[in-house]
Nanobody, 115 residues
């Protein structure tokens, strides 16, 4: 069993910044990919960014240049630094951790960007 605990969401004005964190815990963790996804009401969950245990990153076009994903493998923690936030970034942000055999999701953290 893997538990993911997210933090860092909140309310911010357009143009502001937020940093999300997600810490994974569990026995025998061997996480390959960690990432962030987001979901707006009535819409499908979509990729924001992912990072492998080797440091390779992937970003959605909508956040490229504004967001940076990073990872501390020793702490099994992934971060998402979000800058120049826009109202359309408003969503529940979910952390995901996966290995070859499993994938787990966090409970989600709300990010609200006011105009």
């Amino acid at each position: 069993q893997v538990q993911l605990v997210e933090s860092g969401g909140g309310l911010v004005q357009a143009g502001g910044s937020l940093r999300l964190s997600c810490a994974a815990s569990g026995r025998g963790l061997s996480i390959n990919v960690m990432g962030w996804y987001r979901q707006c009401p009535g819409k499908q969950r979509e990729l924001v960014a992912t990072i492998t245990n080797g440091g390779s990153t992937n970003y959605a076009d909508s956040v490229k240049g504004r967001c940076t994903i990073s990872r501390d493998n020793a702490k099994n923690t992934v971060y998402l630094q979000m800058n120049s936030l826009k109202p359309e970034d408003t969503a529940v942000y979910y952390c995901k951790a996966s290995s070859t055999w499993w994938a787990y999701w966090g409970q989600g953290t709300q990010v609200t960007v006011s105009s």
